[in-house]
């Protein structure tokens, strides 16, 4: 899973980028060196994989993983937006995280001189919003020459550029199986799902609940305190949470937000090799499952021995699983639960 964070120069999204992924990247990376992306992979935690490796000693313990891309921030003067190389970055991740600055600070002001947290979700919406009606518009103009202009393709995304011009995100609309297929060639911005994050200054660390309640993918948390607790030793960072009153540190909040905003799970593949976490998405057959395994599982998919972590760790053994009938034998429609524990059986 990869997750963009996108924002105005000076919200702390790089700042960000730090407290999450642990890094030290340079926050005027992008002015100094014309760098195009920070990029971080951190280790999903999950107690369920570190109980199933204390069960099975395996000689790898693999958890799931999520990729941050942190990109040049947005150009706030007039005509600005993005530029073309952090546009190509955009549509190469699955979800964006709009870092957007609620912090004062006389030393560095904010690009558009102003301390605005909504206005500035929306401004970004909205620079999103118009990148999408380009593509939109060159493909359009592409059917109309080719003679197309009453096909499938042609009815979709006429009604995706009257959605865009009423200033609707192309992710608030219910499309179909068929044309979500057509729609994924394009990576719309607009259409991957998308959280807001907003940055607060130490002195109001619980962020603002009039924000919370407007925004329903939204959190708040301040990124300059969250790196200092990065950089603490582990065995001090609970006191320094306790202290400022933080229930948890950001990194595990902001997990738990994006699993929750691309409607992830996670299935477990156990033995003495390995144990591994797998990340799907809610509601994916059996059969799909299997191919993030391997795709020749997913060809010669059989069956599913299925068994619940919860049943699992009751009792930790896999004969008794089959006695007490809670390792279950399912087929490739299969909707796959969080916490399964599966066993692939195929032939290819």
């Known amino acids: 899973m990869k997750i963009g964070l996108i924002g105005y120069p000076l919200s702390g999204k790089t700042t960000v980028f730090n407290a999450i992924t642990g890094l030290h990247a340079r926050t005027d990376s992008f002015i100094s060196s014309g760098k195009e992306a920070n990029v971080g992979l951190i280790r999903v935690p999950d107690e369920r994989v570190t109980r199933l490796a204390e069960i099975y000693q395996p000689k790898k313990t693999t958890y799931a993983e999520i990729s941050f891309v942190d990109l040049a921030g947005i150009a706030a003067t007039a ?5 073309s190389a952090t546009l190509n970055l955009m549509r190469q991740v699955e979800a964006f995280t709009l870092v ?7 030393a560095v002001s904010h690009p558009l001189t102003r301390i605005d947290p909504a206005d500035d979700i929306r401004k970004i919406e909205e620079e999103m919003q118009l990148a999408d009606l380009i593509v939109l518009e060159k493909r359009l103009e592409r059917i109309v020459k080719e003679g197309k202009r009453g096909s499938a393709e042609f009815i979709l995304l006429e009604r995706c550029r009257e959605v865009l011009e009423k200033g609707t995100p192309l992710r608030e609309v219910d499309f179909g199986a068929e044309e979500l297929k057509t729609l994924a060639g394009f990576s719309f911005l607009s259409h991957k799902p998308r959280l807001a994050l907003i940055n607060t200054g130490e002195d109001n660390i619980g962020g603002d609940p009039a924000l ?3 925004y329903e993918s939204l959190i708040s948390f301040c ?7 990065t950089e603490l030793p582990s065995g001090e960072q609970g006191e320094f949470l306790e202290a400022l009153g933080i229930e948890e ?15 992830l799970i996670s299935f477990f593949t156990v033995g003495k090799d390995e144990v591994k976490a ?3 998405e809610r509601g994916t057959p059996a059969v799909r499952a299997a191919g993030k395994v391997h795709s020749d599982i997913e060809r010669g ?13 009751a009792e930790p053994n896999m004969t008794r699983m089959k006695e007490l009938g809670r390792l279950r034998l399912e087929g490739k429609t299969y909707e796959v639960a969080d916490g399964d524990i599966i066993n692939f059986r195929f032939n290819v």
């Open 79 to 83: 005509g600005g937006g993005f530029d």
């Open 249 to 263: 540190p950001a990194r595990d909040k902001f997990i738990r937000a994006a699993y929750g905003l691309m409607n």
């Open 100 to 106: 957007v600055r609620a912090f004062e600070d006389e």
């Open 223 to 229: 990124a300059s305190v969250e790196q200092q607790i």
């Open 278 to 280: 797998w990340t799907i």
């Open 301 to 313: 998919f059989i069956r599913a021995e299925v068994v619940s972590y919860a049943d699992f760790i």
């Open 212 to 214: 919370k309640e407007k």
